[in-house]
């Protein structure tokens, strides 16, 4: 399995909370992303990371911020948890022509 | 929305039987990936296709792209109950993006 992990795995918060997501990988990868997951709707891209301080963004990207300060760590933050962010959260490993590793997952449930 | 639509959306079969699922997208693409989603678990990658390529093959599974069709299937032969899962296909027609389709339920009864 490749190294990647997440933190935490759960997390219950209340609206308006800030909230920060851990994604740690020990693959050396350039590519990072960070992927929500609803019923219904499969998985959707938040924001990526292609190297060090370089972020763009996903299709639903709104009311997420990332960061990415070294190469196996990339942050996702909720400014201001809304009931609509409360999901599962994975993120993953691996540019888009290639095969993504994914992380566990953190579930997140915003009261 | 660009995501690629998994059809079924749900599949039940009995063990020993094949299961074929599908996927369709909508503009050209460099690759087609599906990955195989177990319930609470992380997406594990299970085959890729390139967009130059019509099958290809990974011990029981079968992955056939049609780029005529903007189509993909995925045959999974001599089905496992531990074959269980959720299963979905990402292109990646957007530079540096996967995007996922929305994943057919796969349930296998022994």
């Known amino acids: 399995d490749a190294g990647i992990t997440q933190s935490p795995r759960h997390k219950v918060t209340e609206t308006g909370t800030p909230v920060t997501l851990r994604c740690h990988q020990t693959?050396?990868?350039?590519?990072m992303y960070w992927y929500r997951q609803d019923p219904g709707h499969g998985l959707r891209l938040i924001h990526y990371s292609y190297g060090v301080k370089d972020t763009d963004k996903g299709e639903v990207s709104d009311g997420y911020s990332v960061s990415r300060s070294k190469t196996e760590d990339f942050l996702l933050t909720l400014e201001s948890a809304t009931s609509s962010q409360t999901s599962v959260y994975f993120c993953?490993?691996?540019?888009?022509?290639?095969?993504?590793?994914f992380g566990p997952g953190t579930r997140l449930l915003v009261l | 929305s660009q995501q690629g639509e998994e059809d079924p959306q749900a599949l039940s079969i009995q063990e020993g039987e094949n299961a074929t699922m599908n996927c369709s997208y909508k503009?050209?693409?460099?690759?087609l990936q599906w990955y195989r989603q177990n319930s609470g678990r992380g997406l594990v990658h299970l085959i890729l296709i390139r967009s130059n390529e019509r099958e290809k093959h990974s011990g029981r599974l079968r992955v056939t792209l049609d780029t005529s069709k903007k189509s993909s299937s995925l045959l999974i032969t001599a089905s496992r109950a531990a074959d269980t899962a959720s299963y979905f296909c990402?292109?990646?027609?957007?530079?540096?993006?996967?995007?996922f389709g929305t994943g057919t339920r796969l349930q296998v009864f022994p």
């Open positions: 990402a292109t990646d027609y957007v530079s540096d993006k996967l995007i």
């Open positions: 503009t050209s693409i460099n690759n």
């Open positions: 693959e050396n990868h350039r590519y």
């Open positions: 993953a490993i691996g540019a888009a022509g290639e095969t993504q590793y």
